[in-house]
Every structure is written in C-alpha cells, then in structure tokens.
C-alpha cells in the first residue's frame, strides 16, 4: 500500500529518478544512506511539532468555550436585570447602572499575596471576561466555532501527509563517492542535487550534536574551495558545503574520501570529466603532443615553400 502511495506522490511531485553517479573510475562507486536513526530523529521532530499543534488547538477551544459560557451567563443576567428593575422601581434601568450591577465592588488595597488578593484578581479577571462577552455580537460564536472545526479537519487531515513527507525525505538521500568526486541528493518538494570534485575539497570533518550522540549518529561535512572554515553549524546552507547527514559510519565515510582525496592529488589526474585511468590519460596526453609536434612540422615545410617560391619570383 505504502509503496503505491510513494510511486503516486512521486509521479505527482515530478521527483526526478535515483541520481546518476558521478565521474569516477569503473568500480570505485560507494553509495551511502542516512540511518534509520536519522528517521527515528526526524520523527522525535515531527511528533513534537503535532503535538504543539493540537495542544494549541484544545486550548483555543476552552478559551472559546469559557468566553461563550461567559456571553450566555452575561445575557442571561442582563435580561433577568431588565426585567427586574422596571418591576422595582418602575423606570427601566439604563446601561450605566446594568454595569454597576454586573461587576462586583473591588477590593481597595488587597494586601499581595493574600487570600483576598487572589480572590480580587480572580473577580477581575471575571469582569474582564463578562465585559468582553457582552461586547462580543451573537453572531461571532458559530463563525469561530466552523473555523475551529475546519482547522482540527485540516489538522487530522495533514498528520498523513506530513508524515509521509518525512519518510520519503528520508529515504529520497543518496551519498555517493567515487575516487574523483562525490554527490549528494536529498530533498522532495526542492530536490538539491550537488556535486564536488576532489579538485576543490579542503575539509572533512565530523559533527555531533548531543542527540545525535544519544543516538549514535553523526553528520559528515565537506567543504570545498571558497567556503570558509568547516565544521560550522549552518553550513550545508553553503554553495561549497556538502553534508551526509544522519550516518552511523560518519568515520568510514570522512575514512573514505580522505583516502580517495590523498590518491587523488597524488596521481595528478585532472578534472573528473575527464573519464579513464591515468595511464590511459598520459597516453591522450601523448598522443595530443606528438599531433602538435606533427602539425608544426607540416607548417615549418609551407613556410619554408613559400619562400622558396617567392625567391625565385624576384630572382
């Protein structure tokens, strides 16, 4: 089923195919994936964003609850006091003097601290509320009360699909090593696909966060040519910084490209578009100089040619 749902969202998403690998010598290819720890972290991350979510959704709905049974009880009040005072003293009773009724004589100067403090925060907290329900027209309670209900649709509706993004955001990540070069591949809605020579590599380094830790996984960061110092945090925002995140062998692949990086520099080859192995490239090499050196004889033979037969013209 799962793998139905993925061929769909893919097809939709238009998510290009697994990478290609990149130059490198038959054989050399080492492909690498995120640990299923780096998931489980992804996941830790997830549960707590839908957790904060729903916990200011139930908050909302007591704060609208409360402010409604509010609205009911002013109302009910203000009506009850309507009909009361013209019976007593027969005039109707005026707004100024509802008010009065409504809240209650505060405390003067309640000691801090005190029973009677609280109790004088507490009545005015209510005042507070009763003033606001009965400033708040009928009409706003059921608007709020369908926006409250289309945000927990759209919230039990978006705990799939986020978290389907989430699996394949993790299983979407390819490293891959070859002895020229390395690319990495991750991302669903924006793919990044980079790719580094070991022409430009400078830094390899390891980092760690205190989950990461707990968790026995680690990131792998590669810095290139023009990219400042490595290693800090932030960094795979950086054109020239390519980072394996989320690896349980961190020190097999830093072992890895530092190997293929030292064999690299050593062997002189150039530019990993240049395909084939170094013999095979000082043979091109040779052959290219020996074509120059031909082509520079056949013009030395023009040359000496033309003034041979421009010599005799003037002879």
Request: charged share 25%.
């Amino acid at each position: 089923m799962f793998d139905r749902i993925r061929t769909a969202v893919l097809r939709f998403a238009r998510v290009p195919h697994d990478p290609v690998s990149p130059s490198g010598g038959p054989g050399t290819l080492r492909v690498f994936r995120a640990s299923r720890r780096f998931y489980h972290l992804r996941l830790i991350h997830w549960s707590v964003g839908q957790v904060g979510a729903l916990a200011g959704i139930v908050f909302s709905l007591m704060f609208i609850h409360r402010l409604e049974r509010a609205y009911d009880e002013t109302r009910a009040q203000l009506a009850a006091e309507s009909i009361a005072t013209p019976a007593a003293s027969g005039a109707p009773a005026t707004p100024a003097a509802r008010d009065d009724a409504i809240e209650a004589p505060q405390p003067e100067s309640p000691r801090p601290g005190s029973k009677r403090g609280r109790q004088g925060s507490r009545e005015r907290a209510e005042a507070r509320m009763r003033n606001l329900a009965r400033d708040t027209p009928p009409w706003v309670f059921p608007l709020v009360t369908f926006f409250e209900l289309g945000g927990i649709l759209v919230y039990l509706c978006q705990i799939p699909v986020t978290w389907m993004m989430v699996r394949l955001d993790y299983e979407l990540r390819w490293y891959m090593v070859t002895d020229r070069s390395l690319r990495i591949r991750s991302g669903l809605t924006f793919v990044l696909e980079s790719t580094m020579s070991f022409a430009n590599v400078q830094h390899v380094v390891i980092t760690r966060g205190p989950i990461q830790r707990l968790l026995g996984i680690a990131d792998v960061r590669v810095q290139s040519a023009g990219g400042g110092g490595g290693g800090e945090q932030g960094a795979e925002d950086s054109l020239h910084t390519g980072v394996f995140h989320g690896v349980d062998n961190a020190a097999e692949i830093r072992d890895l490209i530092l190997e293929r990086l030292r064999h690299f520099r050593e062997s002189g080859l150039g530019d990993p578009d240049e395909t084939g192995s170094a013999p095979a490239l000082t043979r091109r090499r040779a052959a290219s100089g020996a074509a120059v050196a031909a082509a520079s004889q056949e013009l030395l033979a023009e040359a000496k040619a033309l003034n041979l037969a421009v010599r005799r013209r003037t002879g």
